[in-house]
């Protein structure tokens, strides 16, 4: 039995997190009701937006690019790491001030977030996430 955990385990390879990809390269669209069950209502209509998923287990690491847009989030129901790799993402907390983040930047939106998150202009980002909150909840 250890010889199985043994080859199990020597399957398990590091993910490269292709420059390509992270550059906006081969991403495919996305479906605006993925976003559904996570708190978001769009301000005017969908916009398009393209994602590559690196990796899906206790976390997600994705890249994510978007059309200008603003949405506003009612709770976010999860924590999530952000890179900022192209554009400025506005985030306004209910009864808060608006905070600017740019190309470059990084920054963690905690779980429980209640306000808008623009992206006033083309914005892609290289996201983690807890993949597992449906099973914290």
């Known amino acids: 039995m250890g010889n199985e955990s043994a080859l199990d385990s020597a399957k398990i390879l590091p993910i490269l997190l292709e420059q390509?990809?992270?550059?906006g390269q081969g991403l495919i669209s996305g479906d605006p009701t993925e976003f559904e069950?996570?708190?978001?209502?769009?301000?005017?209509?969908?916009?398009?937006?393209?994602?590559?998923?690196?990796?899906?287990?206790k976390i997600a690491v994705s890249v994510y690019e978007s059309e200008p847009s603003k949405v506003?989030?009612?709770?976010?129901?999860?924590?999530?790491?952000?890179?900022?790799?192209?554009?400025?993402l506005i985030l306004t907390p209910e009864g808060g001030s608006a905070q600017e983040y740019?190309?470059?930047q990084s920054l963690v939106v905690p779980k429980g977030y209640v306000g808008h998150w623009e992206m006033p202009e083309?914005?892609?980002?290289?996201?983690v996430i807890n993949a597992d909150y449906a099973s914290d909840q």
């Open 20 to 23: 390509n990809i992270l550059n």
């Open 122 to 127: 083309k914005y892609r980002e290289l996201i």
């Open 37 to 57: 069950d996570e708190g978001m209502s769009r301000e005017g209509e969908a916009v398009p937006f393209a994602m590559h998923n690196f990796h899906t287990g």
């Open 102 to 104: 740019k190309q470059g």
């Open 72 to 88: 506003f989030i009612n709770g976010s129901p999860y924590d999530e790491f952000v890179y900022i790799l192209e554009g400025r």
